[in-house]
């Protein structure tokens, strides 16, 4: 067990913090930041980190392979929380981590993203009167039927350093009250992953089998209680997306949670391949080829935006608007009829090319740890 004061890594640190991290779209926003303190170490800084896993994921398709693939160190902890109802694994987690901080407390709680771990840990953290930081905070999509969404709001009203991912989610912070002094806008941490990673990206082992070609091809991420979870509108959905590809394949990897109802859907559109979940390198070099993405993640839109890969998300409201603005993502509803229209200007070669936001350089991770430097 490590303690606030100690050696780590036959390093000397003062000032212990802890990273979270539980679920798949943690692990990249993570792994940079880890990246950062390592240099801050070996150049003779004084932060030194406890990774905790929450456990919320637990396949090695969801976990183990995100971390070999980005090099993250195995955790010192983890809280084995796995899955259950909202509240169920909210409580896991947070009964986790208290014990955890009861017993050695850290000197900061740095949260990422808007998974259940992220509210979990925040809250607890703050209960023992341990600050919190929160990368990522401050977007919003106004959507309160998302989980997602509540932790966000919950997380954001309890962070004391708010490390902001675009000026969009500076203004929502300071619409809510938060004073400047505790907003940085650092970049996006996922981005940097993704530019650290760019040139290793490789072909999944089905590439040649399916014979697929660049541009030739579409990918398909779903996993929205919206749009998989009534067995009905699912198979609906993915029959319109089968007939809208023209032809072409739609690889879909298969998110563990829609994996239930894709089982149920008879005669699946002979276009679509399911394939399990993808590691990290694989999936993103699948984004890079592919004709477009259609999903109905957060994070994938921003991976698409900063690839100039055409998105279709299959939702009503994003909390991340600059994709739209400024990036290569459009909304497209949970309604499957809007799929036709959309697809039709993709094929007449019509989608707009986008551009990147502001600080998505590479260089989140650097700053955030520099600012926690200065702050602790
Ligand atoms: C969570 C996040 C969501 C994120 C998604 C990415 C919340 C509220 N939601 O949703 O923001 O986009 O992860 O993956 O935190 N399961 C497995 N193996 C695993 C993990 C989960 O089989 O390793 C199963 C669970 O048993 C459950 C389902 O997947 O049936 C849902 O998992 P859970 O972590 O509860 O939420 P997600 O829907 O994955």
């Not at 709001?153 to 969009?168: C, K, L, P, R």
């Not at 991340?320 to 290569?328: A, D, K, L, N, S």
Request: glycine share 8%; with cysteine.
């Amino acid at each position: 067990m490590l303690s606030r004061f100690g050696i780590k890594n036959n390093i000397m640190v003062s000032s212990m913090i802890d990273i979270i991290a539980g679920a798949r779209p943690n692990f990249m926003k993570i792994a940079p930041i880890i990246c950062a303190i390592k240099k801050h170490q070996a150049g003779g800084g004084h932060i030194g980190y406890r990774l905790v896993h929450t456990g919320q994921h637990y396949d090695s398709r969801m976990s183990d392979d995100f971390f070999s693939q980005l090099g993250i160190p195995q955790p010192d902890m983890n809280l084995g929380a796995g899955s259950g109802t909202q509240a169920t694994q909210t409580a896991a987690i947070m009964t986790g981590y208290e014990q955890l901080l009861l017993k050695d407390p850290s000197k900061l709680c740095l949260v990422v993203g808007d998974v259940n771990s992220t509210m979990a840990c925040a809250i607890v953290a703050q209960k023992l009167c341990i600050p919190v930081a929160h990368v990522e905070g401050g977007i919003r999509s106004g959507d309160w039927t998302m989980p997602e969404e509540i932790n966000r709001m919950v997380t954001d009203a309890i962070t004391n350093y708010f490390f902001t991912t675009s000026e969009v989610a500076n203004q929502n912070l300071t619409n809510s009250g938060v004073g400047k002094e505790r907003i940085f806008f650092v970049g996006n941490t996922m981005i940097d992953t993704l530019l650290e990673n760019f040139n290793n990206l490789r072909p999944p082992s089905f590439w040649n089998r399916l014979c697929l070609k660049y541009k030739q091809y579409f990918v398909a991420t779903l996993h929205r209680p919206a749009n998989v979870d009534s067995c009905t509108d699912f198979t609906r959905l993915l029959n319109e997306l089968g007939v809208a590809a023209r032809g072409l394949p739609i690889i879909f990897p298969v998110h563990p949670r829609t994996k239930k109802n894709i089982r149920k859907i008879n005669g699946l559109h002979e276009n679509i391949f399911l394939v399990k979940p993808q590691p990290y390198l694989e999936f993103n070099y699948l984004v890079k080829h592919a004709k477009a993405v259609i999903t109905d993640s957060g994070g994938v839109t921003e991976e698409a935006t900063v690839m100039g890969i055409p998105c279709l998300t299959l939702r009503d409201t994003t909390e991340r608007p600059e994709t739209v603005t400024i990036g290569t993502n459009e909304l497209i509803g949970t309604n499957p009829d809007n799929l036709h229209p959309a697809m039709a200007n993709l094929f007449d070669g019509h989608w707009k090319k986008g551009s990147i936001p502001e600080k998505w350089d590479g260089k989140a991770g650097q700053r955030i740890v520099k600012i926690l430097s200065g702050m602790i």
